[in-house]
């Protein structure tokens, strides 16, 4: 490990936390909306990485959605709240247990907004009801519909079917983004190089109807063409 990125991932936790902690009284959507996004252009800033918005006009400027997202790296969270920048849309992360208790993202996950997904129980009853209320408190949802990084050569790997579950039961349009650069790598390239600089480019999709019975998945791969 190069001392950039040494010094860059002692910095990434510090901003972390710091904001993990400023986050944990707050209450109010749009202030956490802000927060998060002043977080994510500090660290996108200190990594040398600017997000490019495909399709911006497609973006509702207010209301709440089912928001999904392909998932190929740690920072996708960031490049989303940079495309939303403009909009009043502040969504609940459906996030991996993992994610709770790490000690990098783990203050920051459970106080920015986030609902829990704990695949290792057998009843998901807990999971769904955490959406329902945030939903009912004017929250939209984010996820990764895919359910994990993809860390294969393919473009997109198989959606799981609790997406299409979450937007038909709490009758959320679904609102789909596609990130075209591969993040990781991104990530990579910025920790290697300290002088390079990148962009990001993510797609706007055409929002979806969640009463539409069509596969989500097809839906999603023919709005861009993969």
């Known amino acids: 490990m190069n001392f950039h990125k040494i010094k860059t991932a002692i910095y990434s936790l510090f901003l972390t936390n710091y904001f993990g902690l400023k986050l944990k009284n707050i209450s109010d959507n749009l202030e956490r909306k802000r927060l998060r996004l002043n977080y994510s252009k500090i660290l996108l800033g200190k990594l040398k990485i600017s997000v490019e918005v495909k399709n911006r006009e497609r973006l509702p400027r207010d209301g709440q959605f089912l928001v999904v997202s392909n998932h190929r790296g740690v920072i996708d969270p960031l490049i989303l709240e940079m495309a ?31 609902v829990l997904l704990d695949r290792g129980k057998s009843q998901m009853g807990g999971f769904f009801s955490d ?33 299409r579950i979450i937007a038909l039961k709490n009758r959320l349009p679904i609102l789909p983004v596609y990130i075209s650069t591969h993040t990781d790598k991104a990530l990579g390239t910025a920790l290697n190089d300290k002088k390079a600089e990148q962009t990001i480019v993510i797609e706007i999709g055409e929002v979806i109807d969640y009463k539409d019975r069509t596969n989500l998945e097809e839906l999603y791969k023919k709005q861009f063409n993969i």
Do not use: M, Q
């Open 84 to 114: 939303l920048e403009d909009t009043s849309i502040f969504g609940l992360w459906i996030s991996k247990k993992e994610l709770y208790s790490s000690p990098f993202f783990g203050i920051f996950v459970r106080n920015a907004g986030s």
């Open 131 to 163: 959406i329902k209320k945030g939903v009912k408190d004017g929250s939209s949802i984010f996820i990764f519909p895919e359910g994990t990084r993809n860390k294969s050569e393919k473009l997109l790997i198989e959606f799981k079917e609790g997406a």
